[in-house]
């Protein structure tokens, strides 16, 4: 069998890309705006137009699903997630609090975890699941090339009830299936962590 001495032939005519990292980053970046996309598809129905009305609710039942039609969440006033090292929270008692994007490729929102607490100025400040997901996709995106806007948003007209209100959390995740929450992280699965490491 004869060897070529012509190995490099092989790929002429090929636009090969300048170097694998850049080939990688590119890469990430469309794997990473394409989530982005399938998530933002979704949700920004409900930006725009609201939770969907068509519920029936039961006269017999607790009324703590009243204000699920009521949340807007681009009039909360947006905070930065380490908002809880400030000498004075805002925030005071129960609430949901939402974890949002804004992407600056395409300026639309993102919602990204939906949680509840006893004590809005106090629940952040600990252990939380939804802190390694963020630290995992701002760092993705910076990677990639891609900027990120988190912050956190705080809705006290909730009830102050625990259970009331953490049924209401769960009606507003299944709403708004933000892919940060346990019970919808393998719809839309979490690209950015296996990028990551």
């Known amino acids: ?5 012509f190995q490099g032939d092989f790929f002429s005519g090929i636009d090969l890309p300048l170097s694998v990292e850049e080939s990688s980053l590119s890469l990430k970046k469309e794997t990473l705006r394409n989530w982005q ?10 930006f725009q137009y609201g939770v969907n009305h068509s519920h029936q609710f039961s006269f ?7 204000p699920l039609g009521k949340l807007d969440p681009l009039k909360l006033t947006p905070l930065p997630l380490n908002f809880w090292r400030w000498p004075k929270s805002e925030h005071h008692g129960p609430a949901i609090y ?3 994007d804004k992407p600056k490729n395409n300026g639309c929102h993102l919602l990204l975890y939906i949680g509840e607490t006893y004590a809005a100025d106090k629940r952040w400040k600990g252990e939380h699941d939804c802190k390694n997901y963020l630290i995992a996709y ?15 948003r705080f809705w006290t007209d909730v009830p102050k ?15 708004w299936l933000p892919p940060f929450n346990k019970e919808t992280r393998n719809r839309w699965g979490t690209p950015f962590t296996s990028l990551t490491h």
């Open 1 to 5: 069998m004869k060897h070529s001495n």
């Open 138 to 152: 701002e760092e993705a995106f910076k990677k990639a090339g891609l900027s990120t806007q988190l912050s956190i």
């Open 60 to 66: 017999f039942e607790s009324s703590s699903t009243e």
């Open 98 to 100: 939402l974890v949002m």
């Open 37 to 46: 996309k399938l998530i933002q598809n979704y949700q920004n129905k409900l």
């Open 161 to 175: 009830e625990t259970k009331s209100r953490r049924k209401l959390e769960q009606q507003l995740i299944q709403e």
